[in-house]
């Protein structure tokens, strides 16, 4: 991506990747993303924020070449982790007096991932501030945001807030800033649910600390940046929050049929009660979309066939994806059909431990459902009727 002002002295100078379609090996990206890196140029001292991942170091330098700065001083590292870190050694290589500046926890790990020797390194504190001549620097400490070394750099004189992977969204985009919010809203959720909502308590307190900030524009470290920055602080409020909606969803797998005409009842069923609800076949469903929707369901239904005496694994592996990601939710059901027996029930108890959540009378049958299958479906289906009233949400 070509370098770009952004306000003077001030440039975008990361680079986008059109073409990547999964992100730890885990999670699907629809649209890409870029990895962000930011040139501020001071009128005594310059200062390069966030490094790109190694993929992109020929690029990255290459930007760096055209963006007319003649050295730079500092590299200010708000994380630690490879995608903005991955072409630190080149760039020190390449920059021999430049220093990095971070937190003590990223000093730790940046020498241990990248084997960065310490008198390179910089510590910096919550609240320190670094004078560039006559722009200044300030840095806020926000551990599990989302690893435990993340730091925030604000730009004082320009208003803006360089926030890492916070407030980040993955999208792949010629556009320096958003230029649809409606687009931008999905991939944005995703993000913050695959990646924030472990930490939601953490990122509340953090929305709250920047908006006491006088913020004109921030720059996250993937996708575009916002010249609007309280619709992103609004909804990173709002997905931090407790609040659920009345929402049930149902992850599903099923072999030969059985358990999803279980879960097309109890659909039909929580419809019929005012309740919103979405199946989720784990077959067809990536992780993402669930994890979104994980977001707000106030309810969990998980529905599996027994396979070799436990859940079926594509579910086993969502009841884990789901105890990690701690999702909102007050309640968790289990449904499903068996044929001779096992311990699918206890096993997905056991998987989601970690849960704050009442579990609901599980209704798990043998073989294809029956009327009185039918009748305990029903019966769920008020039991969470009831819970969304008490949860004041029905
Ligand atoms: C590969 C395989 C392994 C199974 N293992 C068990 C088992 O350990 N215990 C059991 O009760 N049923 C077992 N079953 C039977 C299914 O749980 C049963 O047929 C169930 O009704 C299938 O539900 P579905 O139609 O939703 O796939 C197994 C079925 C398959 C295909």
């Not at 020929?58 to 994380?79: M, P, R, W």
């Not at 989302?146 to 208003?159: I, N, Q, S, V």
């Not at 993000?191 to 004109?216: G, L, N, T």
């Not at 789901?322 to 699918?344: D, E, F, M, Q, R």
């Amino acid at each position: 991506m070509a370098v770009r002002e952004i306000t003077p002295n001030v440039y975008s100078v990361g680079v986008v990747d059109w073409d990547r379609e999964i992100f730890d090996e885990l999670l699907p990206l629809p649209d890409g993303t870029t990895y962000n890196s930011y040139l501020v140029i001071g009128s005594e001292k310059t200062a390069l924020i966030d490094a790109v991942d190694s993929d992109f170091e020929e690029e990255f330098i290459t930007n760096l070449a055209c963006s007319g700065a003649t050295g730079i001083d500092y590299l200010v590292v708000n994380h630690a982790e490879q995608d903005h870190s991955g072409s630190i050694p080149v760039f020190l290589e390449l920059f021999p007096s430049a220093k990095i500046v971070t937190s003590e926890k990223c000093k730790e790990l940046l020498m241990s991932l990248h084997f960065i020797p310490e008198f390179r390194i910089i510590v910096v504190k919550d609240n320190e501030t670094l004078s560039l001549g006559d722009k200044t620097l300030e840095f806020m400490e926000t551990p599990w945001a989302h690893w435990p070394d993340t730091m925030l750099t604000f730009l004082k004189e320009d208003g803006i807030l360089f926030s890492c992977d916070l407030f980040g969204a993955h999208y792949a985009s010629s556009s320096l800033f958003i230029d649809d919010e409606h687009t931008h809203y999905l991939l944005a959720k995703r993000y913050f649910a695959e990646i924030m909502m472990p930490f939601r308590k953490k990122v509340s307190e953090y929305v709250e600390r920047v908006s006491s900030y006088d913020i004109q524009i921030i720059a996250p470290s993937h996708g575009p940046m916002y010249n609007r920055p309280e619709y992103i602080l609004d909804i990173c409020r709002k997905w931090s929050s407790d609040e659920v909606k009345n929402r049930v969803i149902i992850p599903y797998i099923s072999m030969h049929g059985s358990t999803k005409k279980m879960v097309s009842y109890l659909t039909e069923s929580l419809i019929a009660r005012g309740i919103e609800v979405r199946p989720f076949n784990l077959g067809k469903t990536d992780s993402g979309r669930l994890a979104m929707e994980l977001l707000d369901a106030a309810t969990i239904v998980i529905a599996t066939p027994t396979v070799l005496f436990g859940p079926h694994p594509k579910v086993a592996n969502i009841a884990f994806i789901s105890n990690i990601l701690k999702p909102k939710a007050k309640a968790v059901g289990i449904i499903g059909s068996y044929g001779w027996g096992g311990k699918t029930v206890k096993d997905l108890s056991d998987m989601i431990q970690k849960l704050d959540v009442e579990l609901l009378e599980p209704v798990y049958i043998r073989g294809l459902p029956n009327e009185e299958a039918f009748l305990k479906l029903d019966e769920m289906a008020d039991d969470i009727l009831n819970k969304h009233k008490e949860y004041n949400i029905a």
